[in-house]
């Protein structure tokens, strides 16, 4: 969660200023005596542990914020998994933006060949929900099951159906959530994988999350990324694909929903965003 973002400096006198890049490593490469001739040099991983040099001399150049934030989170997800030994990532995909996100900085992080998503409709998923999770797997060369839970659901019902007729009415929802993240830890857990949680930090500070259900997972990608900067994020995403855009513009662009109760929106019990 902790991200060090590079961008050495070094300075003169006069105030001149050269900086280089976030979020990868290279080598900034200073003349003291002339400080137009700055050059960054790029270096990457040659699958041996060791770096090389690749497009010597290129100018650094200030991203979006956007892409600044993608190639943040994006490193962040990759150096953990490397460091932990984590070669597949499986999380559940809802049609909604935040998953779509989420599934796409995986691939990049791990490779789509080694990443699992999981849509999981309920009797309150909406059609469009599903063919947006398939088009984002698709675009993203990502696998995808689907797995319908309202068997389950009914199954849990009935076993609590005192519980749940008498009780509060977010326990029937929250239930849903839950059934979702066992099914997606259980995946994790079968493929020797580590589950990601999908939310985003507007819904975590605000508590707009379920425990054991969609919190399920060993890291989360957007944890500390406003619901705003999802946003950006996903435009960025979208300008870097070659084919197809991974987050379709139904993704962007519907009302944020659980889609936990009939026409449930986020906006229905939290600020707008």
């Given at each position: 969660?902790?991200?060090?973002?590079?961008?050495?400096?070094?300075?003169?006198?006069?105030?001149?200023?050269?900086?280089?890049?976030?979020?990868?490593?290279?080598?900034?490469?200073?003349?003291?005596?002339?400080?137009?001739?700055?050059?960054?040099?790029?270096?990457?991983?040659?699958?041996?542990?060791?770096?090389?040099?690749?497009?010597?001399?290129?100018?650094?150049?200030?991203?979006?914020?956007?892409?600044?934030?993608?190639?943040?989170?994006?490193?962040?997800?990759?150096?953990?998994?490397?460091?932990?030994?984590?070669?597949?990532?499986?999380?559940?995909?809802?049609?909604?933006?935040?998953?779509?996100?989420?599934?796409?900085?995986?691939?990049?992080?791990?490779?789509?060949?080694?990443?699992?998503?999981?849509?999981?409709?309920?009797?309150?998923?909406?059609?469009?929900?599903?063919?947006?999770?398939?088009?984002?797997?698709?675009?993203?060369?990502?696998?995808?099951?689907?797995l319908p839970i309202n068997d389950i659901h009914e199954s849990v019902d009935e076993s609590l159906q005192t519980e749940l007729d008498s009780g509060h009415p977010v326990?029937?929802?929250n239930l849903q959530a839950r059934i979702r993240g066992t099914l997606v830890m259980g995946a994790a857990n079968a493929r020797g994988a580590m589950a990601i949680a999908?939310?985003?930090?507007?819904?975590?500070?605000?508590?707009?999350?379920?425990?054991?259900?969609?919190?399920?997972?060993?890291?989360?990608?957007?944890?500390?990324?406003?619901?705003?900067?999802?946003?950006?994020?996903?435009?960025?995403?979208?300008?870097?694909?070659?084919?197809?855009?991974?987050?379709?513009?139904?993704?962007?662009?519907?009302?944020?929903?659980?889609?936990?109760?009939?026409?449930?929106?986020?906006?229905?019990?939290?600020?707008?965003?």
């Amino acid at each position: 969660d902790l991200l060090f973002d590079g961008r050495s400096i070094v300075g003169w006198p006069d105030g001149t200023v050269v900086q280089a890049p976030a979020w990868c490593s290279g080598i900034l490469l200073v003349d003291i005596e002339n400080t137009d001739a700055a050059q960054w040099i790029p270096l990457q991983e040659n699958g041996e542990d060791e770096l090389e040099i690749v497009n010597s001399g290129s100018e650094p150049s200030m991203p979006s914020k956007g892409q600044d934030l993608l190639s943040a989170v994006t490193l962040g997800l990759a150096d953990y998994c490397g460091k932990s030994g984590i070669k597949k990532i499986v999380l559940g995909m809802s049609g909604g933006i935040d998953s779509a996100v989420c599934a796409a900085i995986a691939c990049q992080a791990v490779g789509a060949e080694n990443v699992l998503g999981l849509a999981m409709p309920s009797r309150h998923s909406s059609d469009h929900s599903i063919e947006d999770a398939k088009a984002t797997a698709e675009a993203l060369g990502m696998e995808l099951q689907i797995l319908p839970i309202n068997d389950i659901h009914e199954s849990v019902d009935e076993s609590l159906q005192t519980e749940l007729d008498s009780g509060h009415p977010v326990a029937k929802e929250n239930l849903q959530a839950r059934i979702r993240g066992t099914l997606v830890m259980g995946a994790a857990n079968a493929r020797g994988a580590m589950a990601i949680a999908t939310g985003n930090k507007s819904e975590l500070a605000m508590g707009y999350c379920t425990l054991y259900g969609d919190m399920n997972g060993g890291y989360a990608p957007l944890g500390d990324l406003y619901k705003t900067e999802v946003y950006e994020v996903a435009h960025a995403i979208n300008e870097n694909a070659t084919g197809d855009a991974p987050i379709t513009e139904s993704t962007i662009t519907k009302p944020p929903s659980a889609e936990l109760a009939p026409d449930q929106k986020d906006e229905d019990n939290l600020p707008p965003y």
